[in-house]
Nanobody
């Protein structure tokens, strides 16, 4: 089983920035499509950003409308890391953020299509 490990969450004021990181030991994340999801109490897990291994019909990278222009997903294969750079944070971005991976070369916005998950990292944005 692939266990992803997330880091970088914390408390930040509205308008600030955070960078989340995701990695794993003993495997290379470059063979997987990756995504970030978030979840708040009482709500379903919500898609945030995706990045495929291969460019598909919907493109290599995609974002939820609510974060377009503010968040950026990226990879550093040499460091075996996946990142989510979050700029101009808003209180509505407050959630537990999860990293996810799947073997399909095309990334997806559907959380149920991902096979491997991290433990989550809390992001809190104050007004």
């Amino acid at each position: 089983q692939v266990q992803l490990v997330e880091s970088g969450g914390g408390l930040v004021q509205a308008g600030g920035s955070l960078r989340l990181s995701c990695t794993t030991s003993g495997r290379t994340l470059s063979v997987y499509s990756m995504a970030w999801f978030r979840q708040t109490p009482g709500k379903e897990r919500e898609f945030v950003a995706r990045m495929g291994k291969t460019r598909g019909p919907t493109g290599l990278i995609g974002y939820a409308d609510s974060v377009k222009g503010r968040f950026t997903i990226s990879r550093d294969n040499a460091q075996n890391m996946v990142y989510l750079q979050m700029n101009n944070l808003k209180p509505e971005d407050t959630a537990v953020y999860y990293c996810a991976a799947r073997a399909d070369p095309y990334s997806s916005t559907d959380s149920t299509s991902y096979d491997f998950w991290g433990q989550g990292t809390q992001v809190t944005v104050s007004s």
